[in-house]
């Protein structure tokens, strides 16, 4: 899903390079929230504490 919505966002600024800026500007205020920045560090690293927390269990 994630490759398909990645295509798609390639292919709008391949047809409409105007909207670098537009995707630019966004990306920086996402990033800039230190909420979203926590939340994406958890996803990321979800697999590898749930792995370890099963170690300690087992």
Do not use: C, D, K, N
């Not at 994630?2 to 500007?25: D, I």
């Amino acid at each position: 899903m994630m490759r398909l919505l990645f295509g798609a966002l390639l292919g709008l600024l391949v047809a409409y390079p105007s909207l670098l800026s537009v995707v630019v500007a966004v990306a920086v205020a996402v990033a800039s929230q230190p909420v979203v920045l926590a939340v994406a560090a958890g996803v990321i690293a979800w697999p590898r504490i749930t792995r370890r927390i099963r170690g300690w269990t087992s």
